[in-house]
């Protein structure tokens, strides 16, 4: 008789199956935590070269000299009496968050109309904005140059909302109506029979259970502006250029004057605060819309 190798118990299997799972999570936070801790490190460290950074934090070499480079350098080109640092900062902050507010608005209410409406010219408008999405925004870049330089809108980063949100505005309006889609019509129904309008019905009823689908939509347009490089390095001077092109500068080394890689550290964990709070603020929103609003019966 052949003698039959012992089962490794249930038990002893899942015991084997966490203990990879944690060895992994762990392998997975450091791969992602050692970076950020040592720019976070690099950031408070004396002079403007990597080189000089050492492995492990040094007390000696601290120093808040990189910081107090942002919010007290102003060059030549400065505009009023704001360093370089914070007048990009609130240039790009201001076109981000008007960026957010139009394409947020406009495609809540295009996908609101395409999800409960039929009118004509419905399905020509959506295939529309289907063939749109095939080709990438910065094929226009000629295009888009010529028309800034006949209307005199370059160097202003506020114009560049109108090419952000006619890049996002055609994916968030097939997402918004898919997410609207999933929402009974029933809801609809109920709140006109008691005497709700199209407008009350969609702010007081639909809204709320949108707002996981608002909340995504607002992020993306949010990070879209924050972090371009390529159509404000095309179209702006020093004047009124971005963080991203004002960062980016800090990297150059043909830039001798302003090359610092430590300053660039510090910004880059600046600019990241903004996002940080984004991402946290609209988190709230999801998990609201997931439980508000229902459809009884």
């Given at each position: ?233 095309q179209f702006l001077d020093k004047k009124s ?28 964990l600046i600019v990241g605060i903004p996002i940080m ?21």
């Open positions: 008789m052949t003698k039959t190798q012992p089962r490794a118990m249930p038990g002893t299997r899942n015991v084997v199956a966490q203990i990879f799972l944690y060895l992994w999570l762990i392998v997975a936070c450091l791969v992602t935590l050692v970076p950020l801790a040592w720019m976070i490190w690099a950031s408070f460290s004396k002079g403007k070269l990597v080189t000089g950074v050492s492995l492990w934090p040094k007390i000696e070499n601290f120093s808040w000299e990189h910081y107090q480079y942002l919010f007290t350098y102003a060059s030549t080109q400065k505009v009023g009496d704001m360093p370089d640092f914070v007048a990009a900062f609130g240039r790009t902050l201001f076109v981000a968050l008007l960026n957010t507010v139009v394409v947020v608005a406009l495609s809540v209410m295009f996908g609101y109309a395409v999800s409960r409406f039929k009118f004509h010219g419905k399905k020509f408008v959506m295939y529309a904005l289907l063939v749109l999405q095939l080709f990438p925004a910065f094929m226009g870049m000629v295009a888009i140059q010529m028309i800034f330089r006949d209307f005199d809108w370059l160097k202003n980063a506020n114009y560049f909302v109108l090419v952000y949100a006619a890049g996002m505005i055609p994916l968030n309006v097939f997402m918004f109506r898919g997410f609207m889609s999933s929402i009974p019509i029933s809801l609809d129904e109920a709140a006109m029979i008691d005497g709700a309008s199209r407008t009350a019905t969609f702010i007081k009823i639909l809204l709320p259970v949108t707002l996981p689908m608002v909340g995504f939509m607002a992020v993306n347009a949010f990070m879209a502006p924050w972090m371009d490089f390529i159509l404000p390095s250029e971005t963080l991203a092109v004002l960062l980016y500068r800090w990297t150059d080394k043909f830039t001798t004057l302003t090359y610092s890689p430590l300053n660039f550290m510090a910004g880059g709070l984004v991402q946290f603020y609209m988190q709230r929103f999801v998990v609201y819309g997931l439980t508000a609003g229902a459809d009884k019966g």
